[in-house]
Each structure stands twice: as C-alpha cells, then as structure tokens.
C-alpha cells in the first residue's frame, strides 16, 4: 500500500492534470512538449517516472492503447507534428555508444535512471532498426507504424512516454 500511495504522490501532478492513466500494470503518461531525447529522459524523471521501457508483448500493446488515446485528440495535441502529420513519442531505448563514431553496429537498450538494461523484447516497425542516415540511435513510437518500435536521430523532437510502474 505504501508503495502505491508514494507512486500516486510522486507522479500527482500528471495524474492531476489528465496526463496520466493506469493503463494494467503501469501509469503511462506524456510529456507534452516536442524535446530531444536527453531531455526526454530528464523530464520524465522530474515528473517522477522513467522514459518508458517495453519489457513484453503485453507491455508493447499497453503502451499502444495508451498513445492512440493521444492521438484521438488529432492536431489539437501538442504531440502532433504537422510537417510530417505524425504523432511520435520517445520511448527510453538508445544504442549502446550512441555518442561515439559508427556506433549503428551496436544492439539497442534501455535506458534507465539506475543504468542499462536488456532489451528482452522488441516490437519494431517494419525494416527497422535499420540506422538510416548512419546516425540513428534513439527509439520511438509512432502512429505510422501503429506505435511499433522505430530507430530516430537522439535530436529530433517530439513528446516523451513516461511510466511509473507500480
């Protein structure tokens, strides 16, 4: 119980301004502004919660549900980018040595607070990961691809996912 009551004060001003659901296992909520993908990762962390990890099917699919009541709101949300009509939202997914040379080579993880983890579980969009450009090392999601996992530059911008698990 304490554990809930501490997540639910943590991440109160998300929930209380409608910018976070529980969606089963997780709290989902977004960042309304379009940032890099570093600040993606700190602005979750400031409104206490992580960049979102995808650890399952189950998870891929939770995560999905949530973005496509995002993007029912169409052009009036601010995750919405009209010179390319997508919604695209940072998930906390990198390269490893993402800010070294010819680093496409390298397998993707998730970034946390705490450090690294495996990524057990990919739900990619079709042909990807493929490094366009030879220097895309962050992951999104968007609704072109029906919120499945894409490979992007670390500076284009767009809206975070963040979770809280609880």
């Given at each position: ?8 004060l ?13 969606v ?8 309304h ?52 009509s ?6 906390a ?74």
């Open positions: 119980m304490f554990k809930l009551s501490l997540l639910l943590i991440s109160s001003h998300l929930v209380a301004s409608g910018k976070a659901e529980m089963k296992n997780y709290f989902y909520g977004i960042v502004k379009q940032v890099e993908w570093k600040d993606a990762f700190t602005l979750c962390q400031d409104a206490g919660g992580i960049l979102a990890t995808i650890m399952s099917p189950d998870e891929s699919q939770e995560a999905r549900e949530f973005l496509y009541t995002e993007k029912a709101k169409g052009s009036k949300s601010p995750c919405f980018i009209p010179r390319i997508e919604f695209q939202f940072w998930i997914g990198q390269r490893r040595g993402v800010d070294q040379p010819n680093f496409c080579s390298r397998p993707f993880f998730w970034k946390t607070p705490e450090g690294e983890l495996y990524m057990p579980f990919t739900d990619w969009s079709t042909g990807q990961p493929d490094c366009s450009g030879g220097n895309e090392g962050c992951l999104q999601m968007t609704d072109v691809s029906g919120f499945k996992m894409n490979d992007i530059r670390c500076d284009a911008l767009m809206c975070a996912l963040c979770q809280i698990g609880i």
